[in-house]
């Protein structure tokens, strides 16, 4: 104890300091201690062993005692600041508490592995509430629940939301209240081989390492890298506090980010839709940009956060699979740009089956409908049973396409629908979901496909180029489409540069081929085809031919007869026929062909979409001039004249064939040449010429006919079969 005291002993002057070695910062000493400075004993809560210094000073008799006290740490002691509650021990320095303010300059302290360094003031005046601490440095503070309890209230929702885990080092921040009396925060931070998971992203990142600036309004992000897997992830932004709201602003670049599961529950509750309808895999560069406001009082019933963001993902190697056209597209490379209820390819290329695929255009997930607006380039691509179950169901019901050969497509505008309608029925309260509806314009290229439109058609190489529209069911379809094909088989014969137009309403059941024309057998083929897709489905086909090569019918290696390799002639006529679907018996068919400038020995009979069969005929000789008529009902096909002139013979004839054993009935006549008139005029000449005629009756089977050739003997008979062929089956 040193000073002096002087003048009268009731009201002295004096100075006076008492300094303790080894003082313990115990409760007894509280109790003792002035009322101001047990103010700052509670603001500072100390602990251990101090130097202690306090000079008590009264310059007059008219002054206040001024007390002085300080406080000398070497290493025995701790503090804990009221105001960041953070226990410190090993403090070494010097700590002056005055009647103005307490103030402490460049203390030294530590917890654990963590080393600071600091300086502060602290307002004693009565009334003042103002202080400052200064963080000159902080080492390996430890991000934990002690650290999470020590932070300012306003500051601790916006630091738990990011799930911080790890070390941290601080340079130069500050935490202060000033005459505004608002507690004030401004902690840069140095994260260091941390882990981060941010409550609106739940996406934990490892090995972090970067900077975070705490504030009062909330935590800053300046950059902070971190690992997830092998993804490597850089993130910026700020979670901030404003008017009973939390701001979340956030910049996430990624490289190598795996589009799993992991990604999938960490995405925005509005994102994952749109996740669901492309089904992505694989890895991918990930750009996101994320701002949203969340209120933190209660919400008004049905109010959602409002988010706004922009997600771009760069795939690299990954795989899509569409919901609404569910072939997965492989290899996936370029952009796809994420924001609220839209996604844009712009543009992706992938590889399908084995062709390379383009895609540019938007999805809309907007409730209540999700559709697509697409633009879609591909290189040949197998059409396999995978690539035709991803076809809307229209399309395939129309085309009746059978897996094999390639397609290319190049659609300028592909449409997609999909309806979550809230109508319900009494019976379930589930909402009732339209079908999808689909359009499309553009250009299919077809490589050796195969189809039934009815008729089945195979090797088809061309080009459709139109529109198309459904809304689901093949009857809602609508289509106005140019058909090129460069070459197609119906049955076993060749076409080529077939042209068409395929025609249908929506609000018709009738699907119309019009102005069909192609080159075969050396002639051309004409005509028009309907579908009508009602009921069990029925077709029509009406065709006409001309200038047909008849040596076509009969080229080397199919169904000429033995010895006869000079086959010629011209072919004329037309065919039409009707059929319901899948039922052979319904079919009903007439026709007409003329031959002219001829040398055949077989006679070839067109029907429906041109199949052939091939009619043996009565001799060896050849003819050069003939009219066939004939019909066909169910099973049965009738001939209702026959009639050739050759130079050797003349022919008449009429009967049936039985379509499904292709038993034979034939009756014919034979003449000299130039003798036999048409059927029409045969029953007025008969009795005149029948010393020249023989019959000649045709059984047996279409590949083993017999034939039985006598005379003319009984007439009636003969012109009743010539007149009536069939009669039976019309009876029927």
């Known amino acids: 104890i040193s000073g002096r005291i002087s003048g009268p002993m009731d009201r002295p002057s004096y100075d006076v300091s008492i300094n303790i070695q080894d003082f313990p910062l115990t409760a007894d000493v509280y109790k003792v201690l002035p009322k101001g400075a047990q103010k700052v004993w509670d603001e500072l809560s100390p602990r251990g062993i101090a130097g202690l210094s306090i000079r008590a000073e009264r310059k007059s008799q008219s002054d206040k005692t001024s007390v002085t006290i300080t406080i000398d740490l070497d290493g025995r002691a701790s503090f804990e600041y009221a105001g960041f509650p953070y226990r410190l021990y090993g403090v070494n320095g010097r700590v002056v508490i005055t009647p103005e303010k307490a103030y402490f300059k460049s203390l030294r ?131 901030l506090f404003q008017d009973n709201q939390r701001q979340v602003a956030l910049n996430i670049e990624a490289t190598n980010l795996p589009l799993d599961f992991a990604l999938y529950k960490a995405l925005l509750p509005e994102m994952k839709p749109v996740w669901k309808l492309l089904a992505p895999a694989g890895a991918a560069n990930v750009s996101l940009t994320f701002n949203t406001t969340i209120p933190t009082a209660v919400k008004p019933p049905g109010k959602k956060a409002e988010s706004n963001y922009r997600l771009e993902i760069h795939p690299r190697g990954a795989r899509f699979k569409y919901k609404y056209f569910p072939y997965e597209l492989q290899d996936v490379s370029g ?69 094999g050969g390639k397609v290319s497509l190049d659609i300028k505008t592909l449409k997609l629908q999909r309806s979550n309608a809230s109508k319900k029925v ?126 076509e019918f009969f080229r080397p290696g199919m169904h000429s007869s033995a010895g006869h390799r000079d086959i010629k002639g011209s072919l004329a006529g037309n065919i039409q026929m009707t059929m319901t679907m899948g039922q052979p018996a319904t079919c009903r068919a007439v026709g007409r062909l003329h031959i002219s400038r001829a040398k055949i020995y077989k006679l070839p009979i067109l029907l429906g979409w041109l199949n052939v069969i091939y009619l043996s005929l009565p001799g060896d000789s050849a003819f050069h001039t003939g009219e066939v008529r004939y019909f066909l009902k169910g099973d049965t096909l009738i001939f209702r004249e026959i009639y050739l002139q050759g130079s050797a013979i003349s022919l008449l004839g009429a009967g049936t064939m039985d379509m499904k054993t292709k038993r034979l009935n034939l009756t014919f006549l034979t003449a000299p040449p130039r003798k036999l008139p048409r059927l029409s ?50 009876k029927k």
């Open 109 to 239: 302290a530590n917890a654990g592995q963590m080393q600071c360094v600091f300086s502060g003031t602290i307002c004693r005046r009565k009334g003042c509430k103002d202080f400052r601490i200064d963080i000159h440095t902080v080492s390996d503070l430890p991000l934990d629940l002690k650290l999470y309890n020590a932070l300012p209230k306003s500051v601790k929702s916006a630091y738990r939301a990011c799930q911080l885990t790890g070390r941290a080092d601080i340079a130069n921040g500050a935490v202060w209240r000033g005459e505004d009396g608002i507690f004030k925060v401004n902690i840069p931070m140095v994260i260091k081989s941390a882990s981060i998971q941010h409550e609106q992203i739940p996406y934990r990142l490892e090995r972090v390492n970067g900077e975070v600036r705490i504030t009062q309004q909330g935590v800053i992000i300046r950059r902070i890298v971190g690992w997830h897997g092998r993804a490597n992830i850089g993130i910026t932004g700020k979670v």
């Open 681 to 730: 005029a045969l029953s007025e000449v008969i009795k005149g010429i029948s010393s020249q005629l023989m019959t000649v009756r045709v059984t047996g089977t279409l590949s083993k006919p017999y034939f039985k050739t006598q005379a003319l003997r009984d007439m009636e008979t003969t012109l009743r079969e010539l007149m009536e062929p069939g009669a039976e089956t019309n």
């Open 335 to 403: 952009k796809v740009i994420f924001t609220p209820g839209k996604v844009v390819l712009n543009p992706i290329t992938a590889i399908a089956g084995d062709g390379k695929v383009i895609i540019n255009g938007t999805i809309s997930i907007k409730e209540p409908e999700a559709s697509a607006r697409l633009n879609i380039h591909t290189d040949w691509v197998r059409l396999d049973e995978k690539l035709i179950s991803a076809l809307p169901a229209g399309m395939v019901d129309v085309l009746k396409i059978r897996p």
């Open 426 to 551: 009494a019976v379930s309260s589930k909402p009732i979901r339209k079908p999808l509806a689909w359009s499309w314009s553009g250009k299919i290229s077809l490589d050796d496909v195969a189809m039934n439109i009815p008729a089945e058609v195979k090797h088809v190489r061309g080009v459709i180029d139109g529109k198309m529209a459904c809304e689901g069911a093949s009857k809602t379809l609508s289509a106005d489409a140019e058909v090129f094909l460069k070459t197609a088989m119906v049955g076993e014969h060749h076409f080529r540069d077939i042209a068409g137009r395929l025609k249908k309403d929506s609000t018709s059941s009738v699907l119309r081929i019009e102005k069909i024309s192609a080159k075969a057998f050396g002639g051309r083929v004409e005509g028009f085809a309907e579908v009508n897709f009602a009921g069990r489905g029925k077709y029509g086909v009406s065709l006409s031919v001309e200038d047909v090569d008849l040596a």
